[in-house]
């Protein structure tokens, strides 16, 4: 999974969830996050925990560059995500 992921190949339903949770999708998180967890036996929720996972730590270290200033922001030149999770 995580070879196909790396390629950017993964389910709608991944791919859904993902672009709710950085891009503040319209979409219901708890409904796509249920339906992530349909995959596999324990696949879905071992998605789900990386998922929150990464997003936490682009949180905290988007909050460490703000927290250097705003010059570090533009030289970043990042588009700026919403997280959802």
């Known amino acids: ?3 196909h992921a790396a390629a950017g190949k993964t389910s709608l ?7 709710a949770c950085l891009f503040s ?6 409904f796509l996050a249920s339906q992530v967890m349909r995959h596999g036996a324990s696949s879905g929720g071992d998605f ?3 998922l929150v996972c990464a997003l ?5 270290w988007k909050q ?3 927290k250097k ?3 570090a922001q533009v030289d ?8 959802t999770i």
Do not use: A, C
């Not at 936490?56 to 905290?60: A, K, L, T």
């Not at 970043?76 to 997280?83: E, F, H, I, K």
């Open 1 to 3: 999974m995580l070879r």
């Open 13 to 19: 339903s991944h791919q859904r969830l993902i672009r």
């Open 25 to 30: 999708g319209e979409d219901d998180l708890t």
């Open 48 to 50: 789900l925990l990386g």
């Open 56 to 60: 936490d730590w682009y949180y905290n």
């Open 64 to 66: 460490e560059i703000l």
């Open 69 to 71: 200033g705003e010059k």
């Open 76 to 83: 970043l030149m990042q588009p700026d995500l919403v997280l």
